[in-house]
C-alpha cells in the first residue's frame, strides 16, 4: 500500500470456477457473509459478491497489518461495509474503505 491509498480491480468475467474452488473460497468467510454470498440466484452475482468480500478483507489486512481472518467486517445502518477492528494501529486510526461493483456488458 502506497501513500494511503490502495486500489484494486477485478475482471470476473472470464472466471468460470469449478464449484469445488468456489467453495473453498467461500469457506475463508465467516458464516454470515457466506450466507450473504448465497442469496444471490445468478452465478455471476455470487462471484462477485464473492470476491469483492474477499477483496475487502485482504484490504484491511494489508492496511490494520492482521491476518485476513482477524478482521471483522460490519455493516452500516445503510449497510456499507466497513472494518469493525479496534485498536486501529497509530498509522492508520480512522482507516476506512468503499466498495464499487461495475458490470460492463460487451
Known sequence: MQGGRLRWAVNTAHWVPEPPAFELLLSLLPEEERAAVAKFTQADD????????????????????????????????????????????QHAPNWNYSVSHEVRVQ
Open 46 to 89: 455470487r462471484k462477485r459478491a464473492l470476491i469483492s468480500r474477499l477483496l475487502q478483507r485482504a484490504a484491511a489486512a494489508a492496511a490494520l497489518g492482521l491476518p485476513p481472518a482477524a478482521i471483522v467486517v460490519q455493516r452500516t445502518k445503510g449497510r456499507k461495509p466497513y472494518a469493525a477492528n479496534q485498536p486501529r494501529p
